[in-house]
Nanobody, 120 residues
């Protein structure tokens, strides 16, 4: 059983910062790409940032220069440092990872989501 557990969401004023964490646990053989997505009310879920096992990164245009994704492979954890937050960043943020489990199967796993609210 593989799980992703997120933490770090909350309420922050515009211009502030938050750091999200997502830890994978269970029968894990290896973790490939890890990423953060978000979904605002009435909108589709969108990719925010993604990081490969070798730490290559890609970002959604609207967060470039403000958000930083990183990972600690020893801890099976991915982070999202969010600076200069804007009200339009308000959303539920979801962690995603492609994980090869101890059974040898590779699947995409999602965390439960964490709310980020940016007040103006």
């Amino acid at each position: 059983q593989v799980q992703l557990v997120e933490s770090g969401g909350g309420l922050v004023q515009a211009g502030g910062s938050l750091t999200l964490s997502c830890a994978a646990s269970g029968r894990i053989f290896s973790i490939n790409d890890m990423g953060w997505y978000r979904q605002a009310p009435g909108k589709q879920r969108e990719l925010v940032a993604i990081i490969t096992r070798g730490s290559s990164t890609n970002y959604f245009d609207s967060v470039k220069g403000r958000f930083t994704i990183s990972r600690d492979n020893a801890k099976n954890t991915v982070y999202l440092q969010m600076n200069s937050l804007k009200p339009e960043d308000t959303a539920v943020y979801y962690c995603n990872a492609r994980i090869t489990s101890g059974t040898g199967y590779t699947s995409s796993y999602w965390g439960q989501g964490t709310q980020v609210t940016v007040s103006s």
